[in-house]
């Protein structure tokens, strides 16, 4: 059992570097691919600071590539996908042969795939991203939970913690995954052309000159109720 544990270790500290370069080339890869379905897209109104006398909707300039919280959600995704893949099928070697093993692995290794495919669909913007995103990071989460469960139950206590760390990177991840899918979703429902066709200012160029009528209004606005006799 102890060798097994090294030997799991020592492939997951070791072959860090494979997932890591794979899940980097593949970002890259698909990031440039889908890069058109985000080039043009009008982004949601920002909401400025009405004040006294002035108040707004003011649109920013049109995106260019995926938000930076969309493309590092991907990157996440793609990068546990690998990290999980590999480190199921160490696993199928060290524990082959026990029927919790064999079960964990099967659904870990679809679990890490639905996991890569939301990180895909992301950079793709398709309409139901947002919605998959969110059920994949769900399922990697209770997958995790019957991991740590079942690490708790069947086997040593060495497995045990490493069960135990996985379900905590697992929730991180998940938990990333899901609250910026949650967060950007109706990017994924617009259309390229939704939106308005004016040509619009950078954001913060726009907050810049709203800014400043309103801070001279508010310095009039205290200036009379300050001044004497007022």
């Avoid at 994949?136 to 989460?141: F, I, N, S």
């Avoid at 079942?150 to 905590?168: H, I, Q, Y």
Wanted: hydrophobic share 60%.
């Amino acid at each position: 059992m102890l060798a097994a544990l090294s030997l799991l270790v020592g492939a997951l500290t070791g072959g860090a570097f494979l997932p890591l370069t794979i899940s980097t080339f593949a970002y890259a890869w698909a990031e440039k691919r889908h890069r058109k379905a985000w080039a043009g897209l009008a982004q949601p109104p920002v909401r400025v600071a009405g004040g006294p006398y002035r108040g707004g909707d003011l649109v920013a300039a049109r995106l260019r590539l995926a938000p930076a919280a969309v493309r590092l959600a991907a990157v996440s995704a793609f990068y546990w996908a690998w990290c999980c893949a590999m480190a199921w099928i160490v696993v199928a070697f060290c524990a082959s042969g026990m029927p919790p093993a064999d079960l964990l692995v099967l659904t870990g290794l679809a679990v890490a795939f639905l996991v890569g495919r939301a990180g895909l669909k992301l950079l793709r913007r398709d309409a139901n991203a947002a919605l998959f995103a969110q059920r994949a990071a769900l399922l990697a989460l209770v997958h995790a939970l019957l991991l740590a469960t079942s690490a708790a139950a069947f086997f040593a206590a060495d497995w045990a913690g490493l069960a135990l760390l996985f379900t905590v990177l697992a929730a991180a991840q998940a938990a990333l995954l899901a609250t910026i899918a949650r967060r950007h979703a109706p990017l994924f429902a617009l259309r390229r052309d939704d939106g308005p066709t004016p040509a619009s200012l950078p954001g913060w160029l726009a907050r810049l000159l709203a800014r400043r009528p309103q801070r001279r209004a508010n310095f009039f606005t205290s200036a009379s109720q300050t001044s004497p006799g007022a």
